[in-house]
């Protein structure tokens, strides 16, 4: 037991005097948080539009007015032909373009129809559907400040209650995601590269002839990474709970069980890559392209899992982060107990003792 | 100029000899062009309803038919109690409740108006604003219909009428795609350029060799131009390999011209080698310039535009994105390969990126100290 | 009068508090085996460092090959050689890409490289070895190819930092065999080393204790001087007075 400790202390002082590096670790969930917590929204605000008035009439001028005041629009400017809208619109700048035609008003008037044209960049089609649906409302809006029927019959109400998240944050999705994301960088990473690094530069059998179980070695060099994890961890909790006002629902004592389990996973993930690995660099891509890639695409938390071809859901299934987030977010965000988690910590348990078994096999492979 | 030459040898040399250079330069453009685009597909579709009808009338289930006939939704669940189907929502089986209540057709006609409750599993944001939004757009639609089908013709008078055309341009399917797969060209070069030169000097440093080239007359920007031709000549190979992918598998052909796409790209790559031969001149071990590399690469590419518009950032975060080089690749790729942009239209972008390769790589000159 | 080719006078370097090389002065000739001596952390890896120009002096003067150290850089790098600790050729190079990479810096024309490369390999036996990874070769190889590859473009002085730790004493015979013939050809040989028996083969050596030269002479002068048998023990009674070390 002795020995243990003074290797674990070995590898902490390792840890800690790469001060760059631990500046990263520490400041990866930081700047994260930040950013997802505030720079990305999906929220469309202040996008720019030009106007193309052909009417120049009192209904034109009001609706123009109108759009100018909402929040979603910004005019830009006003265009006289449709070559000058065209070059506008590849500048990049511009989203959005209305066309009003000669006589709008007098249309509305007597023959109480007219068409307004309203010109999409759909190249970023999700955001052009967005401010299709605002433009659209605006217009609406106005069309009925101009109908002179008061009130409605017949009218069906609908009351939409957002569950979890009233003011439609993008944090309670991706806080969850932020968590499974660093630790697997941490964990799978840090690990992978530490000791293949000391076997690049031959340390490695020096550890091992010591007269100190070889398995040993290895977990050692993970109980650093692991606590890092664990103040991780509680540092993403502490940000969330502070900076992004999104509290704790579930028990924070089942949510860091949770958490050490999965750390596990990936440390397990770690040890099987530098066991298969001879250079850092190698090393590096397959935690990058093997682990790191498929935690962003296929954990369901920038990406969703259910618009992907069916191979690739089926696929998902097999990436422990994809678990991870599930269960992290049922605790935090909808605050539910063991029992609603007990099928995904099984699976995420399995999944560990699946890898842990592999690595442990090709490790014993590796030295006979 | 001949130094250069026996430099520029000698890196090719390494690299071609390098396992993990080539499988970064073959595996990852198909891997993140195959892959990513089909993931990454934003469109909010296949949303999944559940349904609690206490009414049980023939306009609740008019209603129902409706919204399931829509396409937007799949209905998972039909069920009499609301706490019932709430269950399912904290198991992920659904993402939006509509409750129909009692008497919802009786009070309708008798009393003029009627709620009906919707609840949203609101944890994803844009998916549950959307969804809301096609929802009671549908319900809208319904009420017409009831309105007409309940009114004598000609006592309601809808007033005047604005037709809406709407037409989408660049983009007319709305294919998702479109958008992405330029985006994601961009990150696949600005990915490989970043990580290889920045790794490449440390690795010198790590194994010792940088100590002999230091004591060689080799000069500063002599050897700082041998590590950055190879990586540029690398990063237009993937490009070219990318954008063969993109016209085989997505059928997108560049709009706009080849030559201001190149154009712009071979100083934007500048850009990117000389930033990570920067953070190159800063590390002493691979492990450390692999995580400050990936630091960047990470609030680069998520503030980059990629997924998420830079217009509807906070004014501290559109400030950022200006110092991102990513987001000006980002979003000349999208201008010209599917808009058409031209030289007139990107210049502002160019002349930026052309200071950013400047300052990027004078300061990694001045920072590459042969001696201490 | 012979020509001076390494001139020192009370060059120092300090980091912080710590002075690691402290006012040390000394010449070398042209064409001389001049050995640097001293225990681990005497420092004698950072003054060959100043005078390679890897590292700024902290003060005092050093003239190389005729160019002073502060200002004249880079003219002082096209006049050495240099080999480190730690082995410094390219490992994922061959031995002949490796060849050719750093004669092709140091400017000399293809004809040259061509010639110079081909009598290298020849004088190291190496023909058959000259398209394989230079990381495959055994240590004392590549110990060797290093040397000759450091004073390929004929500099006026080679300096070399331990370059024989690790290998077999036949292979170090044979390393000092290339010493001699370099030295025969004039070019000055400035070489650090532990190896006791490896001091006996220079000209004259310096012996540094905490930063500066406890002794410096030839040899046979030093044993005489020090009443001792060997260098060994001239080492040892000066080495044992050192107040730091490792």
Known sequence: MKQFVNFVRKEFFHVMRDRKTLLILFGMPVAQILIFGFALTNEVKNSKLIVFDQAKDPASQELIAKIEASRYFEVERSVMNEQQMEAVFRQGEIKMAIVFPAGFNSGLLHEHHAQVQVIADASDPNTANMLSNYLSAIVMDYQSTRSKSLVLPYRIVPEVRMLYNPQLKGAPNFVPGV??????????????????????TGTMEVLLVSPFKP????????????ILSLVNVASILLLSVFVLELPVNGSVLLLFGESVLFIITCLTVGIFISVKTDSQQVAMLISLMGMLLPTVLFSGFMFPIENMPYPLQLFSNVVPAKWFYIIVKSIMIKGLGFEAIWKETLILAGITVVLLVISLKSFKIRLS | MRTIRFLLQKEFRQIFRNRAILLLIGVMPVMQLLILPLAANYEVKNINLSVVDHDHSGYAQKLVAKVTASGYFKLRGYGAS?????KKIESDEADLILEIPEGFERNLIREDQQQLFIAVNAINGVKANLGGAYLTSIIKNFNEEIRIELLPPGRFNPGPVIEIIASNWYNP????RFYMVPGILAILVTMIGGFLSALNIVKEKEFGTIEQINVTPIKKHHFILGKLIPFWVLGNIVFSLGLLVAWLIYGIIPIGSLLVLYGFLAVYLLAILGFGLLISTFCDTQQQAMFIMFFFMMVFILMGGLFTSIDSMPDWAKLVSRFNPVSYLIEVMRMVILKGSG?????PQFGIITLFAVVLNAYAVINYKKTN | MKEIVIKTDRLSKRFGDFIAVNEISFEVQKGEIFGFLGANGAGKTTAMRMLCGLSIPSSGTAEIAG?????????????IGYMSQKFSLYEDLTVSENISFFAGIYGLTNREIKEKGEALVEQLGLEKETKKLVGSLPLGWKQKLSFSVAVLHEPKIVFLDEPTGGVDPVTRRQFWDLIYEASAKGITIFVTTHYMDEAEYCDRISIMVDGRIAALDSPSKLKTQFKAGTMDEVFYQLARGAKRGD
Do not use: G
Not at chain 1, 216 to 226: A, E, H
Not at chain 2, 82 to 86: C, D, I, Q, T, V
């Open chain 1, 179 to 200: 968590m499974a994301l660093v630790l697997m960088l941490v964990c799978v990473m840090m690990t992978a590269i530490s000791i293949v690094k000391e076997k690049e």
């Open chain 2, 343 to 347: 030289w007139r239209d990107i210049w």
């Open chain 2, 173 to 176: 399917l709305m294919e998702y």
């Open chain 1, 215 to 226: 398995i040993l070695v290895i977990i050692s060099k993970t109980v650093p990474y692991l």
């Open chain 3, 67 to 79: 160019f002073e150290v502060y200002k004249q850089a880079e003219q002082i790098k096209r006049n």
């Open chain 2, 82 to 86: 609301f706490k019932e189907e709430l």
